[in-house]
Each structure stands twice: as C-alpha cells, then as structure tokens.
C-alpha cells in the first residue's frame, strides 16, 4: 500500500527550511582593533551555520592579518577603498556589491562604514543595524560636511542601533537624539586564549629573561589610547621596578604620533625596556607572554582588547573610563583616574609588587571573560536583532530562548 502524498504549503515548506539569511558586514578597515576583531568572532561562530551567508565589506585595500583570517575561514571580502566619505564613486561601488550579492540585511561597524551603509541600505531597501563601540569619536576634529552626513545618517528612518554598553548608548544618546538603541555586551571567543606552551615561545622569541615582568598595552597609536601618559607612568614604574618590560602592540599608521612616541621614550631613558610591536596576528600569544595588561586610554566603549587579556588570565591595571568599571568589578583588578600619569604609576606598582594579588586577579578576571562574555549568546542576541527588524519572515534562527535586547528610549 503506497503512503499518502502530502502536498504542504509553500509558506509551510519555507518555515520548515529556510534559504539562509544573506548578511553583510561594513568596516572601515581590518587592521588590529576592537571593532575588527569582532567582525572575525561572528564570522567564526557563523562559519558552520547553515542559516546565515556572511558576506565582509572593506572601506580599504589593507591585506592585514585579520583580512588574512577571514579569508582562512573562507568569508568572502570585498574591498572597496575611497579617497574619502564623500567619495561618491565608492559609494556606488558599495551599493552595486550589495546589489550583486543580493545582501538582505547590513551590519556596520565603526563610524564612515555606519554612514555610507545607512545611505545604501535606505537606497536598496534593505534592512540596517549599525553598532557603536565608543563614547566618542577616535578623532577629536570633525570636518562639519562629515559630522554633517553622519548625523543624518544615524537619524534616518528604520536605522536601528547596538550599543556596546550602557556608558556607550547614553553617549550615543545625547550625539543622535533620544531614538534609543539595543545593548549587547561585546564578546570575547574562546579561539583568543593562547595554546599551551605559548608562553614560553614567545618570551623566547621577545627575548624576556625568567625574572622579567612584561606589561603589554594593545591598541592603535592614536590620541585616543594617550600612549604619552603611558609611557610617562611606566618610567616611573621602570624606575622602582627595573625588571620590567612594556609591550606595545597595534597600529602605527600615525607616524608623527609614533616619532613623537620614540622620541618620549628615548628622553625618559626607556631604551631597551620598551618594545613597539606593530600589529600582530598572533596577539593571544603576545598576551599569554605578558604578566600584566595596561591601558591609558582617555576614553573607551567596552574594550575588546580587555576582554582578551582577561580571557588569557592577565590582571588589568586600567583607567576608570567607559564599560571598565563595569566589566572589572569585584576581580581585583586596579582602575585608575584618565590623564593622571602618577596614578597608573601607582597602580602598576600596586600589581606588581603584589604577587598574590596579580594571582587572584587573573583567575577572576579570567572566569569573568569566558564566563559572563561569551561568544554563543552574543551571537544569538545579534541574530534575535536581524530576525525581528529584518524584513524575512520565514527567516528565524533556531534558539527561541534568546530574545532580542529590548529598544532603550533614551
């Protein structure tokens, strides 16, 4: 006896199977920074999903070390270098990559790729989300025909918003009006602990002595991460602490600021204790050879640099600025005043003549990271988002658990 033939639905058979959400993700440049660094997560925890496609946009033709990754992982990487935001030619070559890929739903980090995506995305009627990390600007002077395109950008209908934290979408708040916007935390994913025996090679390579204590600051040359208090603590500390080394590691396009930078170190006599590193692709590994992890900054969101240096169980000696206080509360970690050079002083001193402290730091701050900050239910807020403002309704990611983040009206 033959079965019956059932004829379901076509919306019914789409439910039951739907054609894998076609996403895009816009980022000024791949170099070594947060932002980056989060577009290379999700495309680690997506790569083996069968409902998403992701697809990377570059406002660059930077091959960095991330770039080298993501096409590791096999996520297509589109290219598109301009002379400027205004570079209207780009911006047609943006919007005839979407248009050929037929993206369904865009995603922007940072700030020219927010602007440019929310004109393309309004110009093909497709859906746009737009993440913050920063309390403000990395560049203090805003040219007022780039401030202007970028307010209005960021006020258009139907471009919604995720704040990196709380700090950062009240900053956000007062800069593009009381629209609200989503908080979902930053992630940090389990592929940045370094492997075993990372440490020992890489001190070898560094050329750290047994005795030596590294402190490691990871970030861009830029004025953001004032990398001139820095260094003006760390003398002091060096000074008190002359077994001690500090590792730089990130961008230095900025040459006058990485000259002047050279030329500090040399008049505060730090020549040999100081090691500028460039950017590096294999920067877990840089951490696990570290003991201590330092930033400067004037201000930040929510750092992801801090979340790697606490996933690999480095104690923070930090300013007290953005989501820090927040992220660092009740592991030990030491959390200085901005711009007060004497007092990250102190508090490197503080972690480093305390050894039983730096022990209980680091495996707080390293339960805290893995624990409170990981990937999975990251990457299930940030589909729950593309699911209820995207415009497939046969489009539904699996886990029902995890809703979106509710809208803040602020």
Known sequence: MKAAKIDLPAQAMAIESPEPLRLGYLIDTLVTG???????????????????????????DLRTPFYEKLRALGTEVVMLPGRNLADFGRFRRLVAALRARRIEYLHAHLASSSTLGAYASKLLGIPFVTTIHNVKP?????????????????????????????????AAAKEIGRSGCRVVPNAVADSVVAPFGSRARLRRELQLGEDQLALVCVGAIIGQKAHEVLLDAFATVHEAAPNTVLLLVGDARDAPRHAALLAQADQLGLEGALRFLGMRSDIPEVLAASDIFVSSSHWEGAPVSLLEAMANGLPPVVTDVG?????????????????????????????????????????????????????????????????????????????TDVPPPPLQNR
């Open 34 to 60: 947060g932002a980056e660094r989060l577009v290379l997560t999700f495309a680690e925890a997506v790569r083996a999903r069968s409902d998403v496609v992701l697809t990377v946009f570059v406002l660059s």
């Open 138 to 170: 990395s560049v203090r002077r805003i040219r007022p025909g780039r401030r202007l395109l970028q307010g209005v950008a960021m006020r258009l209908p139907g471009v919604n918003k995720i704040a990196v934290g709380e700090a950062v979408a009240e």
């Open 323 to 399: 989501e820090n206080g927040l992220v660092l509360e009740g592991t030990g970690a030491i959390l200085v005043r901005p711009r007060d050079p004497e007092a990250l002083a102190r508090g490197m001193l503080e972690m480093i003549e305390t050894p039983r402290l730096r022990s209980a730091t680091a495996e707080a701050v390293r339960e805290r990271a893995l624990g409170r900050y990981g990937t999975a239910t990251w990457v299930e807020r940030l589909l729950a988002i593309y699911a209820e403002t995207g415009q497939r309704r046969d489009w539904h990611h699996p886990r």
